[in-house]
C-alpha cells in the first residue's frame, strides 16, 4: 500500500479528484468503483469542478457503487442512489444508464445481487474502486465478521455502524439495519484501490488497516493483500514496514 498524507483536506481531495480523473483521461470508457459517507464528497466536488472547467468528460464513464440501504426508498434523499445524483450525476455528462447502485428495494434481494455481480463482472474489473472506511474497519458495507462474503450480498448493519450513520437521518429508528453490499472479492478484483480517509477519529483503524494483522475481523486489512493500494489521509499514520 502506498501511502499520502495531507495537511489539508481539501489537498486531499484535489489529488484523490486528480487520480479519479487520470485513469478517466486514459481510457474514456474507465469502470469506476464509487464510495458514498462523508469522505468523497470533496472529491466529487473536485470533479464536477474539472468537469465545469471543461478539462474532463464522463460520458462513456461507468460506475459501480459499493453498496445502498435496504428498504430504503429511492428517492428518500439518504439513499446511495440519491445521494450520488446529488453529489456527482446530476452535476456532469454521465449518461445514466452506465451508472450502477445496487436495488436496495428489490422484491427478491438475492436476485438482485446476482444481478448486480454479472453486471459488474461483465463490464469489470473495476480500474479504479474508491473506498472510505466505517470506524470498525467495515469497507462497503462488509461489516467485522468470522467469515466475509465473496459476492454482493445481504448484510445486517452493526450497532456502532447505524449509530455512526445516524447524523445522516433524524434519529436512530430511520437508520436502515440492512444494506446490500459489493463483497471483499469483488472489491478486490478491482485493478486499483483509493482508499480515503479522514479525520483523526480513524487514526486507529487505519493503522490497523496498514499495519495490524490481516483479519476479517477488520476488513480493510484485507486490502494489504492487493498490489495496488493507494491511501490518502489526513490522519497522522505511519507505515511499518
Ligand atoms: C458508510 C459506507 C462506507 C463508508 C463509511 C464511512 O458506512 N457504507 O462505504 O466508507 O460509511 O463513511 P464516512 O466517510 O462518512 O466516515
Redesign the pocket.
Known amino acids: 500500500m502506498i501511502l499520502h498524507k495531507f495537511k489539508n483536506q481539501a489537498e486531499l481531495d484535489r489529488v484523490a479528484a486528480d487520480l479519479m480523473m487520470s485513469v478517466v483521461r486514459g481510457r474514456p470508457n474507465a469502470v469506476l468503483g464509487m ?6 464528497v470533496g472529491l466529487y466536488q473536485e470533479m464536477v469542478k474539472s468537469y465545469k472547467q471543461g478539462l474532463i468528460s464522463f460520458k462513456e464513464v461507468r460506475t459501480f457503487n ?2 445502498e440501504y435496504v428498504g430504503l426508498a429511492v428517492t428518500h434523499p439518504e439513499s ?1 442512489r440519491s445521494f450520488m445524483q446529488r453529489n456527482l450525476f446530476d452535476h456532469i455528462d454521465i449518461d445514466l444508464k452506465n451508472t450502477h447502485v445496487p436495488n436496495g428495494n428489490a422484491a427478491d434481494i438475492e436476485a438482485e445481487c446476482r444481478r448486480y455481480d454479472e453486471a459488474l463482472y461483465q463490464q469489470g474489473p473495476v480500474d479504479m474502486q474508491l ?5 470498525n474497519g ?4 462488509n461489516e467485522p465478521d468470522t467469515t466475509l462474503s465473496r459476492f454482493t450480498h445481504k448484510v445486517t448493519l452493526k450497532e456502532d ?1 447505524r449509530e ?2 445516524k447524523r445522516f437521518f433524524n434519529s436512530l429508528d430511520e437508520v436502515p439495519t440492512h ?1 446490500v ?1 459489493m463483497g471483499m472479492g469483488s472489491i478486490l478484483h478491482a485493478k486499483s484501490i483509493l482508499l ?1 480517509v ?2 483523526q477519529e ?1 487514526a486507529e483503524i487505519l493503522d490497523r488497516t496498514l499495519n495490524g494483522p490481516i483479519t476479517t475481523q477488520v476488513p480493510a486489512t484485507l486490502l494489504q493483500t492487493h498490489p495496488r493500494v493507494i491511501v490518502l489521509t489526513d490522519c497522522d499514520v505511519n507505515y511499518k514496514l
Open positions: 464510495a458514498t459517507g462523508g469522505s468523497p459499493l453498496d446511495y473506498l472510505g472506511i466505517g470506524h467495515h469497507i462497503g458495507f455502524t455512526a450513520n444494506a453490499t480515503v479522514k479525520g480513524k
